[in-house]
């Protein structure tokens, strides 16, 4: 559990997205070919090519379907063997292949005539809805009894920019479903072109993103979309009869889906059923812009295609799925990419059904020799090691377009997929100037994280090479006691260790204080447990921003204020530390434990500087005195539930620490015990099919302690200096936050995203992605009257409201208003432009 260096930008933004499934080459199944069929399916009348055809072997589950320019490729295990060719609007074509026929062979279908007869009207006038309520009301009577399957699957997955191909992967697998314990998949074969061998590993399966339309409930992008043959569907869907068509001879009617509010979770388009079995043959949907995706994603158009067929049984099971996918990836104002179009084709065949599947897999390791995945969570994916071209074998897979073939034969190790979604933004332009390196993390700052009680062991795996520099990261701030600090931090492996040195520089203090340096090694001793030591000397704020989204960004965002003249929010105390921590997870409950012994030496620094960049005449308040001596104690932190990122992902979490430090036990200076508890939870309120649905976010924050409490060791409710508003932060109190010996507050705030706007029809704030928020925040510090006066705050309630609007200017900005309420009634706090 070494913590490395962050995966690159890629590996962390784009992987997720893309849905790509790439995983080691693995075993093949048995190969069984009697003959393989290749050629195109047109139409008998002009010659052009029939795309996505549907190629079924006759009495069985298997089959294929034609690519975009009408080829195929078809196995056949045994001879002689009746392939079966039907397309929508023609008359099926059926061929005996034997032993003695050629392979390649081309099917050529003729347009198919009916007497249409008149759609016969039942109950309500529209005779949409009333083929679409048959469609629902068979389905539930074959449904049911749907209990388990097991399916061969082809998936190819195309990625490009704006004008070529970035990658191909593809992967031959067999999914298993079963109607109590989900899906999983075993991945038979993969390949992909020269540029992914090596890439991360954790790639989502492809089982993950082969949609079933027939299904009540589809879930795109953590959206749960209504069905359009869900029970309910005619209260969420306006169908409506377009052409009737034919297919051997029989209707097929076409049908309109549009949604009946546009605030549900739901889809557009045409669906195709099928006369007197009233089953679905064709879906063409595409998300309604209801649609909600993560934040990153600013832009999103997707449709989606698929073919069903009974294959002479109860069951319309999905024979393909065709997805087409293109996304503006923007994580804000300072990084953007190249848009990403991903083209998905997967083909669906062997059917067995209602057959026992593996206990093994279903396994909580998977089980077996073979690679086992779910589609919820990755389980055993490895990288490309040396994938080829012909590693899926002879097939059967649909044929490549000319452009992919092209792909495999032109791109070379070398042709990076980060080199084909080049970053723009700043970052991009920086990484242009060679300012930032590729694979570069960005982290917080090592002073912060060692002062923080909060811990964390997750990491990467050490890497071939004994001693690995993983890189330098310059560390600048300014405040009114340090001055301006140019310092680096230095990420290295040694083995098993891993190491952060840092050293840094101060321009305000004068003696050893204009010094500061430190460094940590931590070393893995299992799977889920770690120690780590870590020293460190120098100068560092006395609370620590809990709220703010990352340490680095809350000293940087202060440097930045400080320098315009605006007070410092933090204060100071100087501080030689060495503190050795163990840190353990558990993985059932989620519960992580650290426990850490301190051994540190405190003492008083002085404000140095009152300097401000706009060369007015600003005045820095006076840094705070401290009780100056050693203090030695012992520190337990528990953790219990998910973290996550206010907004993007859901937090529920419970977070207890508690302090000791005893003269008699370990002769420090200083004793007390404090204890601090942070709860953090969302409730989903409304529209909760969505993947970011209206929520309630929640925190309380309380601390209490016994004994002499050190001001260092102060409990604190945020403040929210100049324009950065984070949740858990008081947005009325600007400048300095509450502190004391005792604390309690409340947060909370409601985000009904774009949903206001999209009830009164205002497309340009939904499409910007502009949220509406509610929110308040309630607490008080208790503190005794000698402290009171030195920290220049008084203790009491503070009670505010607010409404902000957020993602302003690509997500950096949200306009905040709130009022404050006192004991003279209501008063206007603040309305500013504020930073989110």
Not at 15 to 23: E, H, K, Y
Not at 148 to 174: C, G, H, K, P, W
Not at 485 to 506: E, I, K, Q, S
Request: with cysteine.
């Amino acid at each position: 559990m070494a913590r490395r260096t962050a995966p690159r930008l890629f590996c962390l933004v784009l992987l997720p997205l893309l849905l790509l499934a790439i995983g080691p080459a693995a075993a093949h199944a048995q190969d069984t070919t009697a003959a393989l069929l290749e050629g195109r399916v047109v139409d008998a009348e002009t010659g052009d090519p029939l795309p996505q055809a549907n190629l079924r072997i006759a009495d069985t589950y298997q089959g294929t379907i034609t690519n975009v320019d009408g080829q195929y490729t078809l196995a056949l295990d045994s001879l002689p063997a009746t392939v079966v060719v039907r397309y929508v609007g023609y008359e099926s074509v059926r061929r005996r292949i034997t032993a003695d026929t050629p392979p390649r062979q081309t099917f050529r279908l003729a347009p198919s005539t009916v007497q249409m007869e008149e759609v016969r009207v039942t109950g309500s006038g529209n005779p949409g809805e009333t083929i679409m309520r048959r469609v629902i009301e068979n389905k539930q009577e074959w449904w049911p009894a749907l209990k388990s399957y097991s399916v061969e699957a082809y998936n190819r997955f195309t990625l490009s920019n704006d004008t070529a191909i970035a990658a191909v992967a593809e992967s031959q697998t067999t999914a298993f479903w079963d109607a109590e314990r989900g899906t999983r998949e075993v991945v038979r074969s993969q390949r992909g072109t020269a540029n992914l061998q090596g890439i991360a590993e954790s790639a989502l399966p492809a089982a993950a993103t082969v949609l079933n339309l027939y299904k009540d409930n589809v879930g795109v992008f953590g959206n749960q979309m209504v069905g359009v043959t869900h029970p309910d569907a005619l209260d969420y869907y306006d169908f409506t009869l377009d052409t009737t068509r034919a297919i051997d001879g029989r209707q097929a009617f076409r049908i309109e889906v549009e949604p009946a509010n546009r605030l549900s979770s739901t889809f557009r388009g045409t669906v195709t059923v099928l006369d007197s079995t009233y089953a679905l043959l064709e879906a063409q949907l595409r998300p309604t812009p209801s649609l909600s995706t993560p934040r990153v994603l600013k832009e999103v158009d997707i449709t989606f295609e698929q073919q069903f067929s009974n294959f002479g049984g109860p069951y319309w099971l999905p024979v393909d799925f065709r997805a087409r996918r293109d996304l503006n990836v923007q994580l804000s104002a300072l990084i953007s990419l190249s848009d990403i179009r991903i083209r998905q084709v997967s083909r669906l065949n062997e059917y067995q059904i209602n057959e026992p599947l593996p206990d093994s897999l279903y396994d909580a390791d998977g089980g077996g020799d073979e690679i086992a995945v779910r589609a919820d969570s990755t389980v055993g994916i490895q990288s490309l090691s040396s994938a080829q071209p012909d590693s899926l074998g002879g097939g059967p897979f649909v044929p490549y377009s000319q452009d992919e073939q092209t792909a495999y034969e032109q791109i070379d190790s070398t042709d990076t997929v980060q080199d084909a979604l080049d970053p723009g933004g700043l970052y991009g332009w920086l990484q242009d100037l060679g300012l930032v390196e590729e694979g570069l993390s960005f982290g917080g700052d090592a002073d912060e994280t060692a002062a923080s009680d909060t811990t964390d062991g997750a990491g990467d795996e050490a890497t071939a090479s004994f001693v690995d520099v993983e890189g330098g990261l310059p560390v600048l701030r300014f405040n009114r006691v340090e001055g301006g600090h140019f310092g680096l931090r230095l990420d290295l492996g040694v083995g098993p260790l891993a190491v952060t040195g840092r050293g840094g520089y101060n321009t305000g203090p004068s003696g050893s204080t204009q010094w500061s340096y430190g460094g940590e090694a931590t070393l893995p001793l299992g799977d889920d447990t770690d120690l780590s030591a870590g020293y460190h000397y120098g100068i560092e704020p006395r609370y620590r921003a809990r709220s703010r989204i990352a340490p680095l960004w809350a000293r940087l965002s202060n440097s930045l204020w400080t320098l315009a003249g605006a007070p410092d929010y933090f204060d100071y105390f100087g501080n030689e530390r060495l503190h050795v921590s163990v840190r353990h997870a558990f993985s059932s409950p989620n519960l992580g434990l650290a426990l850490q012994l301190r051994n540190e030496r405190h003492f008083s620094v002085a404000k140095s500087t009152d300097y401000d960049a706009l060369g007015r005449s600003v005045t820095q308040p006076v840094n705070p005195s401290v009780g100056d001596g050693r203090l030695r104690s012992v520190a337990l932190t528990a953790t219990l539930g998910d973290g996550g990122l206010l907004g993007v992902l859901p937090i529920n979490r419970l977070q207890v620490s508690v302090e000791h430090s005893d003269p008699g036990l370990a002769a420090s200076d200083f004793d007390f015990t404090r204890l601090e508890a942070v709860a953090d939870a969302r409730i989903e309120t409304f529209f909760q099919r969505r993947f970011r649905p209206n929520a309630l976010d929640l925190r309380v924050d309380a601390g209490a302690s016994f004994g002499a409490l050190p001001l260092q060791r102060f409990g604190v409710i945020e403040a929210s200096p100049q324009p950065y508003t984070p949740f858990g932060a008081l947005r009325t109190l600007d400048d300095r936050p509450y502190q004391g010996e005792h604390h309690v507050a409340l947060f909370w705030e409601h985000n009904f995203r774009t949903v206001p706007f999209e009830l009164l029809g205002w497309q340009a704030p939904v499409e910007q992605d502009i949220e509406l928020l509610l929110h308040g925040g309630h607490g008080r510090t208790w503190i005794d009257d000698g402290t009171e006066q030195r920290l220049l705050r008084t203790d009491g309630f503070h009670h505010e409201v607010g409404l902000s609007v957020n993602g302003l200017l690509e997500d950096t900005l949200r306009l905040d208003l709130t009022k404050r309420l006192d004991a003279s009634g209501l008063s206007v706090g603040v309305s500013l432009l504020r930073f989110w």
